[in-house]
């Protein structure tokens, strides 16, 4: 259900992980998984992963149980939850540990997502870092990365605008600009 956002290496513990997850979900949805999904190329693999997940959150004695690198697979799994909240806590999880490579498709993916408490948590923790691996992913997915820039915008104008009149001073366009290195020649080459 999940391996095929994850390298070949990690199989073993997706599956692990995977057979956690409370097969309960929220408010009862018949489906656990959205029928829509996000492909990234990444270390020139396919990668795929849910656009959403409707299960319940994962009880805390659950989480304490796993290695660090099971802990990572459910925080990225769990950037896909179809509740905002529970997104920001396994992002913020995520973003505090030292994450591999293979977790940069799941930060980027939720940025362009309309919750703004996401984006500051975002840009908070990461604008201080060292960024190269995350822009060196964007670029590459350039057509992805430019779509999700522009989706960001038309949240911010949707939703925020109000709250930030100004585009470049949004907390969105600061994270994608400063931390995952999106420029205006991006756009002209996607």
């Known amino acids: 259900m999940f391996q095929h956002g994850f390298p070949n290496d990690l199989r073993n513990d997706v599956l692990k992980v995977s057979h956690l997850i409370p097969k309960i979900t929220y408010s009862n949805i018949n489906m656990g998984i959205s029928v829509e999904s996000v492909q990234y190329s990444h270390d020139n693999h396919l990668i795929e992963f849910p656009y959403r997940i409707y299960f319940i959150n994962i009880k805390d004695d659950i989480l304490n149980q796993l290695s660090l690198q099971q802990k990572m697979i459910l925080h990225c799994i769990y950037t896909r939850s179809c509740n905002g909240y529970i997104r920001q806590q396994h992002l ?17 993916k939720l940025c362009d997502e309309h919750i703004i408490e996401i984006l500051e948590t975002t840009y908070d923790i990461l604008k ?14 350039i057509d992805s990365f430019s779509k999700g820039y522009d989706r960001m915008v038309s949240y911010w104008n949707e939703y925020y605008r109000d709250k930030s009149s100004h585009l470049n001073k949004y907390v969105g366009t600061k994270l994608f600009i400063e931390c995952f290195g999106y420029t ?3 756009k002209k080459r996607s």
């Open 92 to 108: 913020r999880s995520l973003l505090l540990m030292n994450y591999s490579r293979w977790a940069i498709p799941y930060i980027v």
């Open 184 to 186: 205006n020649s991006i």
């Open 128 to 141: 201080d870092k060292d960024n190269k691996q995350i822009r060196s992913f964007c670029y590459k997915n």
